[in-house]
């Protein structure tokens, strides 16, 4: 079997103190157990001058006991840290295989309101989370993941302002803080910022990977920012890649498929000779199940479908506009007129 390990994220010690012992133990653990058997190189992963072990984005075909070894060491070594978090993934022939995620345990105080705070955020208790995240930062300055995710909480509590600054600090912290990357695209959207927003969106994008819902949120959005400003070309370009994508129920990119598709639809009817591929994408969306509250309705789709269909020749589009019509949508009602 092809086995591919995908590994991404940070450990910070705090202290030099920790740093070392975090290095010794490592290396202990390597010469004693996994010899040459891992897939991670010592010097680079390990940043003495931050006092912490950076994972960027590390990708490689492995084997199982290989992956295993690394990422028993990883979770061994995240003992000593106080912040930060590793994800981990065995993939098959592109599909995940096992996920595992990393991150400090253990009493010590930034460690425990960090993950007080991750508990009240799940129980709903948003404003105590946000407390809760304040105090982890109060202990470790420099924690980029409560700051990302105080930031969550503030954009939740609609504090967008708070949200802005703290997912800035993320960033600055930690480039690769995807969520915030994502969570500064959002504000900026909300801001009419979108040259700003894309690039929000496409940090977020380079800092992830395909098999985590976030780079697909960002492609959607960053797809949306396009089109506002009338780059049609590579709107339909996100859209594309959005919509070639099968979620499952359980991701929170499914809801968007359909309106995903009406978008890239419209976006491809801007463009010169893609009338037919439009006309594709929106017989997509009649073939996609039904979201409540999608934002797509059955006179939308009739509307556009028979725009579709009359720009390539093809027959039905009346019928369509009719329907449209009966809708409420007043524009398939003109169109009919005009083709009576």
Known sequence: MAFKAVFTGHLDFGTQRSYEQALKMYQRRVENYY??????????????????????????????????????????????AISGSINVWL??????????????????????????????????????????????IQKFEKHSNAYEKRGLAYQKLGETEKAYADFQQATKLRPMSTE??????CIHMERDEYQLAIAAFQAAIKSSIPHQPVFWMARYKKGDAHAILGEWEK??????????RNFTPDNPNFKHQRIAHMKWGKALMKLKDKEQDALKAFESVMKIEEVAQDGVTVGEMRLWRGKARYQVGKKGFKEDWKVAKKAGLAEAAELLAAHA
């Open 180 to 185: 915030a990357q994502y969570g500064l695209g």
């Open 35 to 80: 010899k040459a058997d891992i897939l991670l190189v010592e010097e680079e992963i390990f940043d003495e001058e931050n006092v912490s072990l950076v994972i960027g984005k590390f990708t490689a075909p492995c084997s199982k006991r290989f992956w295993r070894n690394t990422y028993l060491l990883l979770d061994y070594v995240s003992q000593f």
């Open 235 to 244: 709107a339909a370009l996100e859209y594309k890649f959005f919509c070639f």
């Open 91 to 136: 993939l098959e022939e592109g599909a995940i295989k096992k996920n595992i995620f990393i991150e400090p345990q253990g009493d010590r105080s930034p460690v425990v309101f960090y993950r007080q705070g991750n508990d009240l955020m799940k129980e709903g208790k948003t404003e105590e989370a946000v407390v809760a995240y304040t105090n982890s």
